[in-house]
């Protein structure tokens, strides 16, 4: 195979379907993460992702897999993505039946498929890196019956992120290895051990598989979620598609591709890389990742006057000027009809306030 | 003169045309805080103004003085007010020159006239106590050639307002008084001095007199002020009225009626009264006089979550909610496309701030 008909053959599953209560009042329920620009380049975090991948292979195999709530915002997005290559989740689950439907989906238009699964909100600063792990990824997974996840080197002893421990190399590039363990997010002590060792990555939820080393994949190690979209056999790709999935999919168990399979399988690879990345998944990772001044403030998009505020994200709409003194370790988030001021420290917190303002004021303000 | 006879030769003024940026960014350049509707109630507060005066006097005897760059808002706010009862003053002046042309005008009109002179900005919670003292005050002055003021009992001793010491009564009321003296705003020991003494009330900034008295006073005590508008005897209630005062206002000295005229007269008295009042001259102010929560929290209008915020003044439009924590004796103000979150006790750095916004970012933002 040269490499025009390798590309013809790579597919995306761009996964936009969550929902997330952690940037109210940015995000919204109407809004959520990936849907927002965040940098104030133009692009939200969802079309960033389309644009990244566009290099590595052509629009019309770029699949994006979302709640069927989203379909507007999407079509408004991403208006050159053909209506086919929109998959409608007609019920929230995770990420395993999200995975599961996609690749039956591909499968049934390519049998020789290589997918790359990607989410939707996150941040890659290194773009040209991104490519060239992604196209070695995809050459190995193509060559045989392999399951790989994107390990990223850590920067810190994050408590937020899982961590992926590696095991041996496999070839000689030194960068892809056999999965020793995946772990769930660590404590400070742990996560710091982490680090120390060299052997752990961050989990980033980016995977490289052929469509049929995924599902035989499922049913093996998930045959829950496989026997519910087996049924599908023969729909797939055809008009009947929607009306099977829309009966079989709220069947499915809600659980993530790392729980139904990552964790269990015996052919998952690593592929370690040090992409610039942020799951943007906190405002404190976006404080983070965010260019500060002298005093470690933030703005985000808007004006802002800040006198005596130390370590504070201020975020707002581009008009928008905020005129604050003696804040320190802040965010102040203004969106629309809702004006966050919270303590960085407490941003746990958020996702219950956002069910409060719920309760108390209603759906039109989350 | 029978009640009805008397009530025909009464006017108010309504002193509208002031700027003042203390309460940005809820008042602005466009909108200052006498077209705000502070307490939610659908009125603001020169609306309440004008309805306050309206068992006083009849609705074609009320006289707006205003800077032509509000005339818009006053039609806006105000439809009834007849055309030639709105006196655009083509450049900003003090409180004299305002004073002494709308008693020309009334003059003019009614040599027989007395005047309730009155700011458009301020808060008075006992109206039928209001309508008592300016009742009794217009019989006082009607009787002779006497300027009264109206002096509040203190309830503390406030340093942000000027002090009016009481001499001898005058008659038997026992609350109609000679002025001994005014003073500007006092230190905080010395404004403890005074409230001790009982001698002393805050100065409203509310008038009386008769239009003759007042022109009277204006020629002995502000010769310079008297002598511009007396060159427009016989324009005054004229169509030529305003091509005198387009050319003469401008000329007139920036002075205020207390400096010019009521610091100097001898025929000066002052009626006491106790009116619920505030001139809402800060946040602290609108802070102090406004319901509190067990957490001394103030809303004005906006919804508001609050988790651990003490003494904190959170003001929005009605639709907005506002989360806070953490938060001890700040203002939260959001208004449009500004939002202020600042310390209340540093507020007197409010106005810089607005001229630094001014500054930095344009007109649009103050």
Tied chains: 1, 2.
Excluded at 85 to 103: G, M, Q
Excluded at 200 to 227: C, H, Q, V
């Amino acid at each position: 195979m040269d490499a025009l008909e390798k590309k013809s053959h790579r597919y995306c599953v761009i996964m936009c379907g969550g929902v997330g209560s952690r940037f109210w009042p940015f995000s919204r329920s109407n809004r959520p993460k990936q849907f927002l620009d965040f940098f104030g380049t133009g692009r939200s975090l969802l079309q960033l992702t389309y644009d990244r991948m566009l290099p590595i292979t052509d629009p019309e195999r770029i699949i994006l897999v979302t709640n069927s709530a989203y379909y507007d915002i999407i079509r408004e997005q991403l208006p050159e993505v053909k209506e086919e290559n929109i998959l409608l989740e007609p019920a929230r689950r995770n990420t395993a039946p999200c995975v599961c439907w996609a690749a039956h989906h591909i499968l049934a238009l390519d049998p020789e498929a290589s997918i790359v699964t990607l989410p939707s909100d996150h941040l890659i600063l290194r773009e040209s890196e991104f490519h060239s792990v992604i196209l070695k990824g995809l050459e190995f997974v193509e060559g045989g019956d392999r399951l790989l996840t994107i390990g990223l080197k850590p920067t810190s002893p994050h408590t937020g992120y899982g961590y992926i421990q590696r095991g041996e190399p496999v070839g000689d590039a030194g960068d892809i290895m056999k999965v020793k363990s995946f772990t769930e997010k660590p404590n400070l002590e742990m996560a710091k051990v982490f680090l120390s060792t060299g052997e752990f990555f961050w989990n980033s939820g980016m995977f490289m598989w052929r469509a049929d080393s995924i599902l035989r994949a499922f049913d093996k190690y998930d045959p829950e979620t496989a026997t519910i979209f087996d049924a599908g056999e023969g729909a797939f790709g055809t008009p009947g598609e929607m009306v099977f999935i829309d009966k079989a999919f709220p069947n499915a168990p809600s659980i993530s591709i790392d729980y139904a399979i990552m964790e269990k399988a015996d052919n998952v690879y690593v592929e370690t890389a040090d992409l610039g990345w942020s799951d943007l998944g906190t405002w404190n990772a976006l404080y983070d990742c965010s260019p500060k001044t002298p005093e470690r403030n933030v703005t985000q998009n808007c004006k802002v006057m800040a006198h005596d505020c130390e370590g504070t994200l201020f975020a707002a709409s581009p008009d928008k000027i905020v005129v604050a003194a003696g804040l320190k370790d802040y965010i102040v988030a203004d969106r629309g009809n809702a004006l966050l001021i919270y303590p960085l420290a407490e941003e746990q917190k958020i996702r219950q306030v956002v069910n409060e303002v719920l309760a108390r004021f209603g759906e039109d303000y989350v």
